[in-house]
């Protein structure tokens, strides 16, 4: 009652964000510092793929195309020119926003289904001109190791791990903010139509190439982000990271999380980074639950953990509010 | 160049890509009719090769490892379809990709579980050389043309001269009408889909010999096969065949002039024909129902 109006809403707009962000905060109380480290970058990583997916309907088999060319842009700055991490990190922005805006023009012309696979081709292709054809600069299979060469920065410095935290947590912050705020706009509605009905939206006067290559830009962007981000993290890059045994990784993330939904790609990050550590320790043999789960999550309705868990908290959580938002909340 | 060491690249190629051709030719199968993609064709694959494997160290005939493969290949991918496909054939692409992801990622965590994870080595069943046009050439890549070939012959007169072949056929175009007609589309379904196993099974079993077994073989040839699919257009044998031979001679035409050529130059091309034709060499506009 006595706060007023505006304030009320800008809490409301980003409670869930905080939310998400204190339980990732409260995990590093109890969780190792490297496992932390690993979800925060991964969420990031997944979340274009799944922004992609469910708001633009195009899958993506080749993300990490993208997530290599970051860490290789951020790679070549810090291993041959300078030493500042943050100019390192700037530079994987650019070269994953140019890499987007080069072949975005001819990949959204396609298909969903070409789509995916000329993008799992194009993972491949960085792949093998990372390994092989410009082995003299990239040092082929042993990858570029520059973890000495990055300076200390002034405030936060970033090539420490605990601060790497702060700073990755306050980028994944960011990141959801825009991803939310994306949502809201006319431009998040115009991707979920050229989605569901790319004719109705021409005939509105949108042009669905521009809207789709402006998604495409904007996912594959922070697939870059997060190339970066591993890259001065480890302080070594390796074509390892583009490997075609690894092009699925984000698409299970997401699926396992709830394809489309905000904090989705949180969650399958969690489940994902955590069952490969826990399963690997006991059985040494992660696919075969994985395979089979992922099977299931689809064949269940493929809504994920939190595509599952978010109605349910809702109505736990809310129970005395209108049940007429949840409603809508759902159909969403 | 030395036309010899030409010619040989060129038997090369050609059995490489009877080996995609065998695999491509399934997946065009299922997405033409049931419009699903399968990757999980890749898993029989895997499975051909392992059982290829086995048999032929436990008999030490290389023939039984080659059927026994193909025996399982076929058992496995029915039941696969039984299970999972059976419920998805109804979905979006998209759900049939991923879906059929975690079949073969499952799939892959039981190999590992089986066999392990280190490469087996298959021994050639004969390692003799045949003399063609004054070059020695190994004699098992000629057996693996020929059985391609076999194969594609094979499958055109079943497609063009049995009912089930022209039941097939014309789902691709329409499977609405191939239902009103009173054909059971559910079997043919099934049939379909274990011919695909079947021969991704027998494409694995020919290839074991000539690369090691691992657990990861699928993955490896994924790219390779799609690539194949997607040049060729999906839904299509004669598109399938003519890309699955322009890849073959690629991979191993370019490996002999530079090295690294051979992994990237296909996709390039891929890339290149899909900006002229974005459905692939022979592929039609067809979409979803």
């Known amino acids: 009652m006595n706060r007023g109006p505006t304030l009320r809403k800008a809490w409301a707009w980003w409670w869930g964000i905080l939310l998400a962000f204190m339980l990732i905060a409260g995990m590093r109380l109890v969780l190792p510092l490297p ?61 994953g926003c140019a890499a987007a805006l080069l072949v975005g023009p001819l990949f959204v012309r396609l298909r969903s289904d070409y789509f995916a696979l000329v993008n799992l081709a194009l993972a491949v292709i960085v792949f093998y001109l990372m390994q092989k054809v410009l082995a003299p600069i990239t040092k082929g299979d042993n990858g570029l190791w520059f973890l000495t060469n990055m300076t200390s920065t002034p405030v936060l410095d970033i090539t420490q791990p605990q601060q790497f935290f702060i700073f990755a947590f306050l980028v994944g912050l960011v990141v959801w903010a825009f991803y939310k705020y994306l949502d809201d706009t006319i431009f998040g509605a ?56 690894r092009t699925a990784d984000p698409v299970i ?54 595509g599952t868990l978010e109605p349910w908290l809702k109505n736990v959580l809310f129970r005395r509010r209108n049940t007429a938002a949840d409603d809508r909340d759902e159909a969403r | 160049m030395d036309t010899s060491l030409l010619f040989s690249g060129f038997i090369f190629g050609l059995s490489i890509g009877s080996i995609y051709f065998l695999m491509a030719i399934g997946l065009s199968l299922c997405f033409g009719l049931m419009r699903v993609i399968s990757l999980d064709q890749l898993l029989y694959y895997s499975v051909g090769a392992y059982i290829a494997y086995s048999v032929s160290l ?51 965590g039981v190999i590992k579980f089986f066999w392990g994870l280190v490469p087996r080595p298959v021994p050639l069943p004969f390692s003799a050389q045949v003399d063609l046009l004054g070059t020695d050439v190994p004699a098992y890549r000629l057996l693996v043309v020929a059985v391609a070939a076999a194969v594609y012959i094979g499958i055109w007169l079943f497609l063009n001269r049995t009912v089930t072949g022209k039941a097939i056929r014309a789902g691709i175009e329409s499977v609405e009408h191939v239902e009103g007609l009173g054909i ?68 191993s035409i370019g490996s002999l002039i530079y090295a690294p050529l051979a992994q990237v130059a296909p996709f390039v091309i891929m890339l290149l024909i899909l900006l002229v034709k974005p459905t692939g060499l022979y592929g039609s506009a067809l979409l979803k129902k």
């Open chain 1, 35 to 95: 496992f932390v480290n690993e979800i925060l970058i991964f969420s990031i990583y997944a979340i274009g793929c799944s922004f992609l997916l469910g708001k633009v309907g195009f899958i993506s088999f080749g993300q990490p195309a993208y997530l290599a060319v970051g860490a290789y842009a951020t790679a070549f700055y810090l291993f041959y020119f300078g030493t500042n991490p943050y100019i390192g990190i700037l530079w994987g922005l650019a070269a």
């Open chain 1, 190 to 245: 115009c991707c979920l139509a050229t989605k569901i009905n790319e004719d109705k939206l021409q005939f509105l006067g949108y042009s669905n190439f521009r809207i789709r290559l402006a998604a495409f830009v904007i996912a594959n962007t922070t697939t870059a982000l997060a190339g970066s981000l591993y890259a001065v993290y480890l302080g070594a890059v390796s074509p390892e990271i583009t490997a075609p045994s």
């Open chain 1, 253 to 306: 993330v997401i699926l396992l999380g709830g394809v489309g939904t905000l904090y989705g790609p949180i969650v399958g990050s969690v489940a994902y980074t955590g069952m490969k550590d826990v399963i690997s320790k006991l059985i040494g043999n992660w696919e075969m639950v994985i395979g089979p789960l992922l099977v299931i999550i689809m064949l269940a309705g493929e809504k994920g953990i939190w």
């Open chain 2, 58 to 108: 436990a008999t030490g005939s290389f023939g039984l490892g080659l059927i026994a493969a193909v025996a399982v290949g076929g058992v496995v991918s029915l039941a696969i379809e039984r299970m999972v496909f059976r419920r998805i054939y109804e979905r979006d692409l998209t759900f049939s990709m991923i879906t059929s992801f975690g079949v073969l990622l499952g799939g892959v």
């Open chain 2, 184 to 251: 059971n589309v559910a079997r043919l379904f099934t049939t379909t889909f274990v011919i695909a196993g079947t021969l991704s099974a027998l494409a694995g079993a020919l290839h074991a010999p000539l690369i090691m077994v691992d657990p990861h073989m699928g993955l490896e040839v994924l790219a390779f096969v799609f690539m194949v699919v997607i040049i060729g257009g999906l839904g299509s044998i004669k598109g399938t065949l003519v890309s699955a031979f322009i890849v073959g001679q690629v991979v």
